[in-house]
């Protein structure tokens, strides 16, 4: 069984690469390594994934499912004897539908070319992440991708209204709803949303749009203590009341990192105040919102929540701020960073990070630990910096430190990047054995010979 | 064997009824006939509900799982072999977080209890329907309840955080996340909510509360075109930048008869006009929400969108407007109502309602059709009234004038109220051959005994 032979008889020589071919390109970003796989298959249709999978099925080879390999947690590693099945051919944007408010897309296509075509027709969707110009949509689906304003319009499992999926034998199921409300049977949407490549291969969606904003209002704000961040959240999305749209938090040092050469930015106010707050509102009423967001501000101040504020004046004064918040890879500089993505009760953020602050120099010595993150969704991002010469050797004893504690409040650990190979070991920490029963149960329902993206996940 | 016996020394002579007093029951909302089943189980806790099921698995008895009977599709129907699982019971709220805004409660709390509960704290839970007062949290999950303010929380789906379930076989998955975001692993709760009680028993949850709103602005609009209704939906999203709430539409019949006598509600404009709204926003700051709103209101009349408008002035006038569109119950005098509640995309509304009253008289002679609904969300309420004498031989041709033509564009024939065991023979005008097959796939996984509500839904 020769199979780039076999897959180029089915979809055509130039649509599958061979071994050497793929071990040309990239493994993804921040990624040293390049691809592995015994064939490369780029499908132009989901007719074509579809004989895909049902050659690997009948042939017992496995598939790992590539979109713009922006993942960080190994959810798209293949090995010599795998088939990748790569979506880059599939990037059409088939409609967008300005009444109904919908966008029909091919898996392939990227998150930021979507978000621009919609644009064009005063629309919004809303998906955002830095990863925006790589990332394609059928990815941001098989891992339900988070980002900045889920707080506001939820993750992308609450954009997808249908999807069309191809089933580890090649069957495929299209079910391409267009409707925001369809209880006409089990919503088999969210079986594959989120499941990381392992339940099926997503090949089309109808995504929800939204109104475009046409106002926004920001600010940078200091605070004195975590039961301000807390109350001083309460406080916003009470007042802002559904115009809230992000609520970011750094700690200090990722705000002292972020606003110090070498990075770019600078201090929109002082850099001596424990902890941050990036606040954002979109509306749709320039002078009505802005009012709205500065009295809500200015209670803000008077209640003792805050301390300090920089205030936008400007759309170029927005993007300065979310530019600091975004400029994360100051965290490569001067050593190797470990990153998670965690998720913890409100309530019992303070006591953790702190524990954690307190311990981890007892457990690796002299490091850097920077904690920011989406918080208006419990979302901390933790990164801890080791010497390069120190980094396997330090990793999983970092892990433990970040992960262990959340078993404690049923703490996530994985908020929005996926479980892949890298948190496999842990998943048992925010999940029972019998919930992964349930999933091992789906899991052979679906993929009965185990040929999608195994190993992955569970 | 005697299932009662049994099913009494597992829970408690109290705890189940036999068949006689199962029979003394109704079997639910606008149902004439009582219950039947060769017992009544109401287990106190998770582990009595694991206790049944494990006896029932054990024994092959079918199990109908009840929350508060106001379904509409006789999707909780049971049989003189079967047993019936109350959680009647299970009626305690559990927590109700004021930091991470969660409420923690058994499947059998009273929708409006909850509602009460969470506004002491200053909060919301945003899912609303008619039958609040009846209808049971666990029954809303099952059934993935939709109601009056989907267009700006979702459906329960949406505000589900965690879940505990029995499965068949009487294991008990807990799943009570309490974090809005939660990539770790697959989302087990998606595979209940929505089900029907066809894949296990959802025993309790975790909610996502919100902060309750302290403003609120409404209007009853009339409007002269379908397509001004589309466009006044597009025109008020967007002005009211997040704080629109509802927006339910009124074909002028459903708007005459609800503020006609019998009905009680008086016309607050003309009832000339062949389309009303009722738009609502919901938002924090009285005065500027109010402005917004006029300001919204008035853009639309200069742009000719609407042509007649009474706006509140009061929080009494938003009552009075609800409950013109709540008045539902004036369908029932003069004859027999055949209820849908179906979705379709806002851009086939007019071709497809018009066809409709165009050809029941043809099809079905002399009767009554009022339309109304969620229009914001794509769905709308029909309502055939005829003679009583005629219900039983007229029904299954009002079905097929209003089901089959959904099909030309994946309308589907339950947009909020499920397929129970009404609309299954019509589950394929919505979903096709491959998407029921992956959802018997399901079935079978989960419960491979098909002892759980068995015939409902595929």
């Given amino acids: ?3 780039v032979e076999s897959l180029r008889e089915l979809i055509g020589a130039a649509a599958v690469l061979d071994a050497a071919d793929t071990a040309t390109r990239s493994a993804g970003v921040w990624r040293p390594d390049n691809l592995q796989a015994a064939a490369l298959a780029r499908p132009a249709s989901t007719q074509e994934v579809a004989k895909v999978m ?40 088939e409609e967008i539908n300005t009444v109904q408010r919908t966008a029909t897309v091919e898996a392939g296509v990227i998150l930021q070319t979507l978000q621009e075509a919609v644009e064009e027709q005063a629309l919004m969707f809303p998906l955002d992440l830095g990863a925006r110009g ?31 999926v191809v089933l580890a034998d090649g069957t495929i199921v299209s079910s391409m709803n267009h409707l925001i409300k369809n209880n006409a049977g089990y919503d088999l949407r969210q079986l594959f949303i ?49 115009t809230l749209s992000a609520f970011e938090s750094m700690w200090q040092e990722f705000y002292q990192l972020v606003t110090t050469a070498p990075a770019k930015g600078k201090p929109p106010i002082a850099q001596d105040y424990p902890f941050y707050v990036l606040v954002e509102s979109q509306g749709a009423d320039r002078e009505l919102d802005t009012q709205r967001f500065n009295n809500a ?55 953790y990070t702190s524990t ?7 457990a690796i010595g002299e490091h850097k630990l920077w904690i920011f993150g989406h918080l208006g ?14 980094y396997m050797r330090l990793r999983p004893i970092v892990e433990q430190q970040v992960y262990a504690p959340l078993a404690a409040f049923q703490g996530s650990v994985s908020a929005e990047h996926g479980i892949g190979l890298e948190k496999k070991p842990y998943l048992g920490i925010s999940r029972s054995e019998n919930e992964v029963a349930l999933m091992r149960t789906l899991k052979s329902a679906l993929d009965s010979k185990g040929i999608l993206n195994p190993g992955k996940v569970i």
């Avoid at 975590?226 to 109350?231: E, I, K, L």
């Avoid at 205030?311 to 400029?327: K, P």
């Avoid at 954690?356 to 007892?362: F, T």
Wanted: aromatic letters at 4%.
């Fill in 297 to 351: 501000m200015e209670a803000a101040y008077e209640n003792g929540l805050i301390v300090d504020a920089a205030i936008s004046q400007s759309e170029s004064d927005c993007e300065a701020f979310w530019s600091l918040r975004d400029d994360v890879e100051q965290v490569m500089h001067g050593g190797f960073p470990i990153i998670f993505d965690i998720s913890l009760p409100i309530g019992e953020m303070e006591q």
């Fill in 1 to 3: 069984m020769n199979i």
């Fill in 377 to 390: 969704d419990g979302n901390l991002h933790i990164n801890v910096q080791v010497p390069a010469e120190d």
């Fill in 54 to 93: 049902a050659w690997c099925h009948a042939n017992d080879v496995s598939v790992v499912t590539h979109g713009g390999l922006t993942g960080l947690v190994h959810g798209a590693d293949a090995g010599p004897e795998q088939v990748i099945l790569s979506l880059e051919r599939m990037r059409q944007i």
């Fill in 134 to 164: 790589t990332a394609t949509l059928g990815g941001n689906a098989a891992t339900n991708a988070g980002g900045n304003r889920v707080i506001r319009y939820g993750m992308m499992r609450d954009m997808v209204l249908g999807l069309e």
């Fill in 194 to 242: 989120g499941s990381e490549g392992t339940l099926g291969v997503i090949t089309r969606l109808v995504l929800r749009l939204r109104e475009q904003p046409s106002a926004r209002d920001m600010a940078i704000v200091g605070l004195e203590s975590f039961d301000n961040v807390a109350a001083f959240l309460k406080h916003m999305d009470h007042s802002l009341g559904g």
């Fill in 356 to 362: 954690l602050k307190a311990q981890m120099g007892d």
